[in-house]
T-cell receptor, first 115, second 112 residues
Framework: GAGVSQSPSNKVTEKGKDVELRCDPISGHTALYWYRQSLGQGLEFLIY????????KSGLPSDRFSAERTGGSVSTLTIQRTQQEDSAVYLC?????????????FGEGSWLTVV | SQQGEEDPQALSIQEGENATMNCSYK?????LQWYRQNSGRGLVHLILIRSNEREKHSGRLRVTLDTSKKSSSLLITASRAADTASYFCATDEGGATNKLIFGTGTLLAVQP
């Protein structure tokens, strides 16, 4: 597609339920990133994919969070046993990895509300 | 944890005035980028400045980088109401992950 596509755009879930957030990056972009943004805050790095592998998952806040990427394209971020503090916007981004110049392109985000 | 801190946290100006936002960071970088975010949705890339550059212009935007002070500034000249948004700096430390670490952001309000 023309841009990074994320779904769902909004999700309300009950505490304790699992959620899956999907990201479809720009075609041909090998790098894919997940960030989290709480209300009024900056962006918190979660995980980075290069192709299907995740060389940096240092930002995942707990073992309830996991992500995968298949076919070098679509990625899914899964949050198990959601907690209220998981409520945030989850932003996906993709880029062509170029030495010294990795501009990243963001999707519109998935608003997650845990009630 | 976030790499960058931005200053001020919020800025309110009148249309036509210039807006200056500052960003400080902690480690060596490959490049520094500025992004804009409207209404808490996706971010849009504005400008990238490499570590060996000191100043860069793009339209009404002017970015400076001082690697000795580990700081950058974004100047928006002749501001418009449509410039109202949050502005974030992001640093690229290079290395294997190519991840960008974002600052805390400056909320700019331009009054018509």
């Amino acid at each position: 597609g023309a841009g990074v596509s994320q779904s769902p755009s909004n999700k309300v879930t009950e505490k304790g339920k699992d959620v899956e957030l999907r990201c479809d990056p720009i075609s041909g972009h090998t790098a894919l990133y997940w960030y989290r943004q709480s209300l009024g805050q900056g962006l918190e790095f979660l995980i980075y994919f290069q192709g299907n592998s995740a060389p940096d998952k240092s930002g995942l806040p707990s073992d309830r969070f996991s992500a995968e990427r298949t076919g070098g394209s679509v990625s899914t971020l899964t949050i198990q046993r959601t907690q209220q503090e998981d409520s945030a916007v989850y932003l996906c981004a993709s880029s062509l990895v170029m030495a010294g110049s990795n501009t990243i392109y963001f999707g519109e985000g998935s608003w997650l509300t845990v009630v | 944890s976030q790499q960058g801190e931005e200053d001020p946290q919020a800025l309110s100006i009148q249309e036509g005035e210039n807006a200056t936002m500052n960003c400080s960071y902690k480690t060596s970088i490959n490049n520094l980028q500025w992004y804009r975010q409207n209404s808490g949705r996706g971010l849009v890339h504005l400008i990238l400045i490499r570590s060996n550059e000191r100043e860069k212009h793009s339209g009404r935007l002017r970015v400076t980088l001082d690697t000795s002070k580990k700081s950058s500034s974004l100047l928006i000249t002749a501001s418009r109401a449509a410039d109202t948004a949050s502005y974030f700096c992001a640093t690229d430390e290079g290395g294997a992950t190519n991840k960008l670490i974002f600052g805390t952001g400056t909320l700019l309000a331009v009054q018509p």
